[in-house]
């Protein structure tokens, strides 16, 4: 069995598991019993809906570099291509998971460095992305 298949459906269902995280959090939480936080403890369950959401972004990203890498095991592979998917993949999690994050921060000082760690790692990848070449 080639490892090209393998690859596009576990991206498939990483990009389904991340879109799914990302917009739809604290419904996805219920299927796994956080629900029965939010009569016990409301900021707690926004707290962990927040982190369902960066593990969304997360596994969004981690999907779209499983679809830009499943190309490499082609004959005749544009590694230019690649490179921008790879790096397209990375600046998209990053976004997300930065305003997802800054979204649901809750005041929390870690909450804040871990927004400005996404939107850094956001904004040093984004010039790599517009430029044409390496």
């Known amino acids: 069995m ?3 298949p393998i ?3 576990n991206a498939i269902l990483f990009i389904a598991l991340g879109i799914g995280f990302t917009l ?3 419904n996805l939480l219920a299927y796994f019993g ?3 936080l939010a009569g016990d403890n409301f900021l707690l369950y926004w707290n962990v809906a927040a982190f369902a959401r960066m593990f969304g972004a997360m596994l ?3 999907g779209l570099i499983l679809w830009a890498v499943r190309s490499i095991f082609n004959d005749s592979i544009d590694k230019a291509q690649v490179r921008r998917e790879i790096l397209f993949s990375l600046v998209l999690g990053f ?3 930065a305003i997802t994050q800054v979204s649901s921060v ?3 000082i870690a909450g804040w460095v ?3 760690l996404f939107l850094v790692c956001t904004l040093v990848y984004v010039p790599f992305l517009i430029r044409k070449a390496d």
Do not use: N
């Open 2 to 4: 080639k490892i090209s």
């Open 7 to 9: 690859l596009t459906i």
């Open 24 to 26: 739809y959090g604290p």
């Open 34 to 36: 956080v629900s029965e």
């Open 60 to 62: 969004l990203s981690c």
């Open 95 to 97: 976004m997300i998971a």
């Open 106 to 108: 809750w005041g929390s």
């Open 114 to 116: 871990l927004s400005g």
